[in-house]
């Protein structure tokens, strides 16, 4: 906790630095930009990712997506998958396209078209052991998901997984997390799919790419140099405009950053969860009874965010129980992410709420869930999202120190994302869908993160642990149903 307090304290620092010397503040920083012939700017958030990534840490995202069998649809193959990717690569560019380093770190990296494409680099098929259930599911992404990715290609992939259960059809989708988020990921998702207007349309092999070779390194770099020069300049005009404060803006964020620091500084709930993550990771699915969530948010009058945290609370205070571990919170970090913008890269802030995972009753679990949340959501998040947006605009923390922090700091016990997507992707070559599973990764001081998924009104938990912290996943994810069921009940 004292890490991230650090960060803080050094962007208030700087801020504060700008107000000593009247520097003209940037009310609005800029969105990443094409920084040439559809090129663009990685995000700092995005470039945080990757640089976890360098460190040693796979930070991959993704989902596995069921489909129901349709036995008057054509089977799903290898073949018919890879037609639909060369159509889809054509339409969603950034399936193309790969990172490129600006020379001596003058800027953030850049996506643009990788001219040495192919999309059988990121296709594969893989037959699952009998019965081919969640089981085997389970035990094929975990020892997959956490495989880093070649940067020098484009960062996803796709797998087929042949021999499940029951005759259905799954998709396993895996990105790097400076590709996209979870919610974004979905969305990237079900554009692969079946799109009925296309049925008729022929798929062609990709034109070749009008940019033969990488982008020179001299552009690059001349890019990212006119991009430092073009904020100076916007900076310089705000400086003489009439009627506005130069620090308000800058005021602002100081008294943002100043109420977050009063939440890091307090102490942090040690548990048995805050350990540091070794080499193995555990994947663990389960389909949970979407008509309790709802029964549940109805009967305590919560939003779904509350909800799942509760459930995740209920959950945890079941097995730090059954261990016979006295635990009344864990810290836990929570991304809320934007659903609008760009379909690509990252647009989530973070808040840390301490669940109580202590003796309680269900309603008096609820409640102080809600209030930690809503709490969270009025001091944290302002100042999450705006030290966001000032470090996307040549902020004072460096993505090298983010890794540092990120690797070191034990602050949260656990992580909870959640997202809801009310349309069912379509049917993929006629098969209809049937439910996601996500896939999130585990960081170096993060042994347990939990993602929860309702699609199509379908909800699915996923959890990514590491099992010499959490060697009961399998107990963790029937719990989460369990406290679904006791919560909706009352």
């Not at 996803?156 to 974004?184: I, K």
């Not at 300049?233 to 005021?251: N, V, Y």
């Not at 459930?311 to 864990?330: E, I, M, N, T």
């Amino acid at each position: 906790m004292a890490r991230w307090a650090t960060v803080y304290r050094r962007s208030l620092a700087v801020l504060s630095g700008w107000l000593d010397t009247e520097r003209v503040p940037d009310p609005a920083p800029p969105v990443a930009r094409a920084v040439a012939d559809g090129a663009t700017r990685l995000s700092a958030l995005d470039a945080s990712f990757l640089a976890l990534e360098r460190s040693g840490y796979a930070m991959n995202v993704g989902g596995v997506v069921v489909f129901d069998r349709n036995d008057a649809a054509p089977a799903v193959t290898r073949p018919l998958l890879r037609e639909r990717l060369v159509a889809r690569s054509q339409r969603l560019r950034r399936l193309r396209q790969r990172l490129y380093d600006v020379p001596m770190g003058a800027g953030r990296p850049v996506w643009d078209d990788d001219p040495a494409f192919d999309v059988d680099d990121h296709l594969t098929e893989a037959e699952l052991p009998s019965p081919g259930g969640l089981g085997q599911i389970e035990r094929y992404v975990a020892e997959h998901h956490s495989r880093p990715f070649d940067l020098d290609k484009p960062l996803w992939h796709c797998t087929l997984l042949n021999g499940v259960a029951d005759g259905r059809v799954a998709v396993y989708m895996r990105f790097q997390h400076a590709f996209v988020d979870g919610l974004r990921g979905i969305a990237l998702g079900a554009g692969i799919f079946d799109d009925p207007r296309e049925a008729q349309q022929p798929v062609a092999e990709p034109v070749p790419t009008e940019r033969p070779i990488r982008p020179r390194l001299g552009i690059l770099l001349a890019e990212a140099t006119a991009e430092e020069g073009a904020r100076v300049m916007r900076r310089a005009w705000e400086f003489t405009l009439d009627g506005i404060d130069p620090l308000s803006t800058l005021r602002r964020e100081q008294r943002l950053l100043t109420g977050m620091l009063g939440f890091l500084d307090s102490p942090s709930p040690h548990t048995p969860l805050n350990r540091r993550v070794g080499p193995h990771r555990r994947m663990t699915f389960r389909e949970l009874d979407q008509p309790a969530l709802t029964a549940t948010r109805r009967r305590y009058k919560v939003d779904l965010p509350t909800a799942v945290l509760a459930v995740v609370a209920g959950a945890l205070a079941r097995l730090f129980d059954a261990r016979g571990q006295l635990c009344p919170a864990v810290r836990t970090l929570v991304p809320l992410a934007n659903s609008r913008g760009s379909v690509y890269g990252n647009d989530a802030a973070f808040v840390l709420v301490d669940l109580p995972t202590g003796h309680l009753a269900h309603e008096e679990r609820v409640r102080a869930i809600a209030q930690a949340f809503a709490t969270a959501r009025a001091t944290q998040l302002p100042a999450s999202r705006a030290l966001l947006s000032r470090w996307n605009d040549d902020g004072p923390i460096s993505n090298a120190l983010v890794a540092e922090v990120g690797n070191n700091d034990d602050s949260a016990g656990a992580l909870v994302s959640f997202l809801r997507w009310p349309r069912p992707p379509p049917p993929l070559f006629g098969h209809p869908y049937r439910i996601t599973f996500p896939t999130l990764p585990v960081g170096a001081r993060l042994g347990l993160m939990v993602g929860v998924v309702e699609i199509g009104g379908r909800l699915a938990v996923g959890l990514a642990s590491d099992p010499a912290i959490v060697p009961e996943a399998q107990f963790l994810v029937v719990s989460m149903g369990q406290t679904l069921t006791a919560l909706a009940t009352g």
